[in-house]
């Protein structure tokens, strides 16, 4: 069972809110029941990462984050069934559910009274390697290499779920223009829709940048493209975009909130909801929607753009997250 190269790996770990990751030699970890040790190629970096440092959501420190982690498996533990040794898989954030509570006895797991999610509950993949409960890996087409698998496993599974939620559109607007977005984008102009791209004021490459992807229009988030949208997915952390975001939709249309921490929303006239207009905001992700996007045709067409860092370099890669001085996704490489 044991195919243990090595017997040491190393992580950086983040001991508390506000503190800078630390790098720690560790001795590699064994596998639990149904669990399997996997040797992380590439992790990805989502903003989520950001709000496990800053203390902005609930973690268990000390913790590895990283929850876009492309590896191979190395050892499986007992239990384990459809994995074996040298299987390249994909670790996104749903690490674990009950699958006893009401939300997963419904199909709902993205909801479970009792999750464990990877980068913050259990160590993530800012790391050499990584345990994972094998019933939440995902496979990986043979033809994304690496760095391009890893932002989709949060960024790209998220802004599916986001896209789904949305409903019937044909005119989607995206507020911040990051990792979830340009992927999102490229699915939904392949799909037939025009995406508005919507960024920082005066953010002109990350304008160009989703023009160059494909999108009808992109401009500052205080902008109206001068049209009616019939959803808007805001992927930025800023509560202020909601009610702006909600007067550029039409009756009926929806504002889908996709990030898991925001800051707050302001007071808004009731007018602008007026109309079966909603708002709602997106968690988590289910194993279904996870195979759905990861096995659609689309996963292999889709161009990811990334900044890859060495690992020991996290802290550098999440400073260029926070400043918006990356294009596309952040990749930690170990
Ligand atoms: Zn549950
Ligand atoms: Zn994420």
């Known amino acids: 069972m044991a195919n243990r190269h090595e017997d040491h790996c190393w992580a950086m770990v983040c001991d508390g809110p506000g503190l800078p990751l630390r790098r720690e030699s560790r001795s590699i970890p064994r596998t639990g029941l149904g669990e399997v040790l996997v040797k992380v190629h590439a992790c990805g970096v989502c903003r989520t990462d950001l709000h496990v440092v800053d203390g902005d959501i609930p973690a268990s420190y000390p913790i590895v984050p990283g929850h876009e982690i492309v590896g191979t498996v190395i050892e499986t533990g007992d239990g384990v069934e459809g994995l074996s040794a040298g299987v390249r898989i994909g670790i996104p954030w749903l690490g674990q559910t009950c699958g006893k ?27 050499t390697h990584v345990l994972a409960d094998a019933r939440f890996c995902f496979p990986l087409a043979d033809s994304l290499t690496d760095t391009e698998a890893a932002p989709l496993l949060c960024a790209g599974l998220i802004g599916w779920r986001a896209y789904r939620m949305a409903g019937v559109c044909d005119r989607l607007g995206l507020y911040g223009f990051g990792a979830a977005a340009h992927i999102l984008a490229q699915v939904a102009v392949a799909d037939g829709k025009q995406v508005f791209a919507f ?49 550029q939709v039409r009756k009926g249309g929806r504002v889908i909130c996709g990030g898991i921490h925001m800051s707050d929303i302001p007071a808004f006239p009731y007018a602008d909801l007026w109309g079966e207009r909603s708002i709602k905001s997106v968690a988590n992700l289910t194993r279904a929607d996870g195979l759905e996007f990861l096995t659609a045709d689309h996963a292999a067409s889709i161009q990811i753009h990334t900044s890859q860092y060495a690992l020991e370099d996290a802290n550098r890669a999440l400073s260029d997250l926070r400043a918006g001085r990356l294009q596309g996704a952040a990749v930690l490489i170990p």
């Open 101 to 127: 509570c009401r939300y997963c006895q419904a199909g709902q797991e993205n909801l479970c009274d009792a999750p464990q999610f990877t980068g913050a509950t259990r160590d993530g993949g800012y790391a």
């Open 199 to 247: 960024t920082r004021e005066g953010d002109d490459d990350a304008q160009h940048f989703a023009m160059e992807l494909g999108c009808t229009w992109a401009g500052s988030s205080l902008e109206s493209p001068g049209i009616e949208l019939d959803a808007a997915i805001i992927f930025a952390p800023a509560g202020p975009l909601v009610p702006i975001a909600l007067k």
